[in-house]
């Protein structure tokens, strides 16, 4: 059994006050993250062998009527969970229970005090349009650090009937316990979001009075219809946690959840807390995220989404709110060791079902941190763009590989303890390069680095050897033959407000390889810029 610690409950932790059971990045109040017994089987790495055995009559009820729950019984080691309700799942992701099916499993439906390490209700998500198995996960950790409601995740391992249906995402059901995970009182009215639609749709769960919780979200329809935006801005107020929303709006922006909320219309619940009368949203089914650098900061199709930015005030009040966000929760490098620290976990499922996935399991990893660190440089392109920030210099991460010419070879690897990139040209003329984006305010600016070489040859190419340039510059020849780490210096001229820069380290040669020191690599302001 495999014990890796996440650490998403540090991070949402270090953000909690103890006073009265908020969050506070800024001093404005969030839902709590209050420590609770599912934590720990979330925390702590475990990754379970669920064997599911349905009946005959219960596996044809599941094809005939697959969102209709039937009994079934789960077996967890020596654990036997007995009468658990079992139903598929999904839209575009919908299969049916003879192939690999996503489910839901609630274990208290017909045995109420029956649980799962402390969960009422779980999702086994079938990953059908996620290669990677890991954006549900990635998109949780931001989410619930940001103080957007989402499920903690894991991993799983599913039998059918004996047969093996392999991996899945497991994902915190919409339960009791997780609202308690949040709040003191856990007893408020939810809804499921509508399909593709907005909430004078959403429909109330586990009702005792339907029409009843459909009229008390009447008053926050009513709000985000007024058409006087002063009276509209007072009345939200009164019904929805505004810091809570603009933070789901910000979360699903920064992972570039196209498919939520604020976006789509979709993939959504709300909850009503009974202590403050206030709405909240969680999000979920984000199996679909971190595909486009630039998504934009504004995700504006539903109809509280728009209420957010309705008059400049509102937006740069958004904005703002974004910033410290992005700031206190998207924590590159401890995102891309979690999602790395999953993957890891995901390898040793796989090494039991699928040896040849297994072997790629790492690799698909390092594919979603490479997009986690290209959507933190698209997010403070943007923000700098949208709120005239200063240059602040950080490290240069998300280096992504281009060939241009040739067969050129490219690997990320460690020397003792430093991190470096290398292009290596073969025997082949070969053109090749890492490069990552920047946005920079105006001014001027140098881009350095420490370049070895190894038996780079030289060519009639006025370009040869290693070097650095921005994309669509020209540089000098480079370094060439068997060198020693030297510094290397190409300065940028961004005279035109912030410009979009790609910055480029690169290696033209018939022959040889170039290293380029990987904390070497920035960007400096020279003396002068604002």
Known sequence: MLRLCHVVLFIAAAAFAADDGRMRFDGASYPKLRVDEAGAFFESGYTPYLKITLGEKEFEALKKEPRKDVRCTVTEGEMVYRDVAI??????????????????????????????????KLHLNNSAQDGTYLHEFAGSFVCRAAGA????????????????????VLVE????????????NWYGRSYDGAYLDDIHNATPQRSKNPAADKAALKPLITAAQEPDLVKRRQQLEAVLDIKQFMSVMAAESMISHWDGYASYRNNYMIYQDPTSGKFVFLTHDMDQIFGDPNFTLFPANGMLAKAMIDTPAHKREYLEHYQ????????????????????????????????NAAKNALNLGQDVCRRISGRARG?????????????EPKPLRGWQSRTADGNPAFDEFKEG???RLRIR??????????????????GRYVFEARIRTVNVTESKDPQQGAGLRISGGPRRAGITGSTDWQKVEYEINADQGVTDVELVCELRATRGEAWFDTESLRVVSKEGNK
């Open 87 to 120: 139903h598929l799942k999904g839209h575009a992701s919908m299969r049916a229970i003879t192939e690999k099916a996503g489910l839901t499993l609630k274990f208290n439906k017909f045995r109420p005090d029956q649980k799962f390490h402390s969960l009422d």
């Open 149 to 168: 409601l989402a499920g903690r995740v894991t991993h799983a391992r599913v039998d059918i009937n004996g047969q093996s249906r392999g991996l899945y």
């Open 425 to 442: 040209a073969g025997d082949k003329p070969a053109v090749g390069s890492w490069r990552v984006r920047v946005a920079l305010p105006q």
């Open 417 to 419: 303890d430093k991190s």
């Open 379 to 391: 997010i403070e392109r943007a923000l700098a763009a949208e709120l005239g920030l200063p240059w």
């Open 324 to 355: 410290k966000l992005y700031r206190t929760c998207f924590h590159e490098d401890q995102l891309t060791n979690a999602v790395m620290q999953a993957a890891a976990r995901m390898k040793l499922i796989l090494e039991q079902i699928d040896p």
């Open 173 to 184: 059901g919409f339960d009791h316990t997780m609202i308690r995970s949040y709040f003191t």
